[in-house]
Structures are given as C-alpha cells and as structure tokens.
C-alpha cells in the first residue's frame, strides 16, 4: 500500500463498520419481532451510525493535529454512545460493529503518526 493511501485505511474501517452498523439498525427498526421494532432507541442508532460515517468520510480531509484529534474525539465519543445503545437494545452486531469502527480509528492514529514521522536513513 502506497503511504498516499496508507492513512486513509483507518477512515475506511470506521466508514465500513458504521455502514454496517445502520443497516443492523435499520434492520431491527423495522423487523417485527426485534424487540426494538420501531422504537426510540432504534431509530437514534440509525441516526447515530449515520453521523458516524458521516465523520468518517470527513475525517481524512482535516488538515492540522488539532482539528484531526478534536475530530477524533468525537468519533470515539459517537462509537462509544453508539456501543452502549446498541448493547441496551439487545443488538449486539451493532456493538460489534461499533468495535470494529473503534479498530478503524486506532489504525487511523496509528497510520497518521506513523506517516508523519521523518523516515530514519
């Protein structure tokens, strides 16, 4: 992988997972007998999991360490808002998904500091 491209995997995960997890929503919000079938709590993770690969898509292009952290910050914030509706909603595929956007924006900090620093001759 090219170090262009290399960055961008992060945001590619988190994007993934979070489309992942609203059509997981989508599809408890409105399957009879989910348990959560046009509920609340259902309709705010649809909600949640789309501001998430909203994020997502935004995230590579912020310029600056402060505006990609503060970015960042929000993200693990919507990720973890975003687990813990899912766990109270007895949807546990969308927490997995939501661990896999966690993976996502790991290796989205790690690829960034790892293509900022100076390569070593």
């Known amino acids: 992988m090219s170090r262009s491209h290399s960055p961008r995997l992060g945001a590619i995960v988190l994007l993934v997972a979070s489309l992942v997890g609203a059509v997981i929503a989508l599809r408890a919000y409105f399957t ?14 649809i909600l949640a999991t789309i501001a998430l690969a909203i994020m997502a898509l ?31 909603l007895h949807q546990w595929w969308i927490c997995v998904a939501m661990v896999v956007g966690l993976i996502g924006l790991i290796l989205d900090m790690a690829l960034a500091t790892r293509t900022a620093r100076p390569a070593h001759s």
């Open 32 to 45: 009879p007998l989910t348990g959560v079938t046009g509920t609340l709590g259902a309709l705010v993770a």
């Open 58 to 88: 935004i995230l590579p292009a912020l310029k600056g360490n402060a505006a990609r952290n503060a970015w960042r910050v929000l993200v693990l914030l919507g990720l973890a808002g975003t687990f813990f509706a899912g766990f109270l």
